[in-house]
């Protein structure tokens, strides 16, 4: 693990951590990286939840009950949520300050707080856990508690996450994309190899509004439903032979939230 100057990019320190890279191939990791409020780094070595010390270079165990985790987060209290992609688990596992386990949620599906192989988590400053829902292609929301909140579906493959002081939500990853089998990753999860990397950021707290065209402004609030990936062939671009090059672009399905909104 490396630790940069923030400005710079400069590699301060660096400690060794055994087995925090994939060793067999059997299952594919994500970000298990996370630190808690006071700046204290944890990861996972050898299937163990460690606190890893920058200044002597060792590391404390905390959790010993996982088998495969692969994402990992801590909110501000210190507590631990880890994902265990592990056959008979499939959940976020979740453990106090002290490494004890306090409850977990999730299984293995496509449906509301199911999971398939999420490769990220984190938080923002109000709580809310975000969950990298990789194979499923879709960001969840969830509670501390493990209430669904919402769920941001067929926007993009998310590979990790990173929130802003101002709670924005980057999310690094790929545009939607049907699975490929490749010779080269066999029983890797979607989009590898990815048809193209993307960085998208999301307002949490961002409200959509139909407006009425001409006239007096009117809104009317409406919900995200979709999206739906559409390629523009080139000829209905500009018309101009000599265009060589599609366009690909997100076609975005809202619903009013009112049955009867009224003018």
């Avoid at 066999?186 to 990815?194: I, N, R």
Wanted: proline share 8%; charged share 25%.
């Amino acid at each position: 693990i490396e630790m940069l100057d923030g400005e710079t990019g400069k590699v301060l320190k660096e400690v060794h951590v055994p087995g925090i890279a994939e060793a067999t191939g059997e299952w594919s990791r994500g970000n298990l990286l996370a630190a808690n409020a006071r700046g204290e780094v944890f990861t996972v070595s050898n299937e163990k939840l460690v606190q890893v010390d920058f200044n002597t270079g060792a590391h404390r165990v905390l959790v010993g009950d996982l088998k495969q985790p692969s994402a990992l987060a801590c909110d501000r209290a210190g507590n631990f949520y880890v994902f265990d992609s592990a056959k008979e688990r499939k959940h976020i596992r979740v453990y106090d300050p002290s490494g004890k386990f306090i409850r977990a949620w999730g299984t293995l599906g496509t449906g509301p707080q199911h999971f398939s192989i999420p490769h990220a988590i984190d938080m923002d400053s109000k709580g809310r856990l975000y969950v990298a829902d990789r194979n499923n292609v879709r960001v969840q929301v969830f509670s501390q508690a493990g209430k669904l909140l919402d769920s941001w579906a067929n926007v993009i493959v998310p590979w990790g996450f990173w929130v802003s002081p101002k709670d924005e939500i980057w999310v690094c990853g790929s545009s939607p994309m049907p699975w490929v089998n490749d010779p080269k990753y066999p029983g890797a999860p979607l989009s590898c190899p990815p048809k193209d990397q993307v960085f998208m950021r999301f307002d949490p707290n961002g409200k959509a509004v139909a407006v009425l065209r001409g006239g007096k402004r009117v809104e009317f609030p409406i919900e995200y439903v979709r999206t739906v990936p559409v390629v523009i062939p080139k000829k209905t671009l500009t018309g101009d032979n000599a265009e060589r090059i599609d366009t690909r672009v997100l076609q975005l399905v809202y619903r009013f939230t009112d049955p009867n909104p009224g003018v």
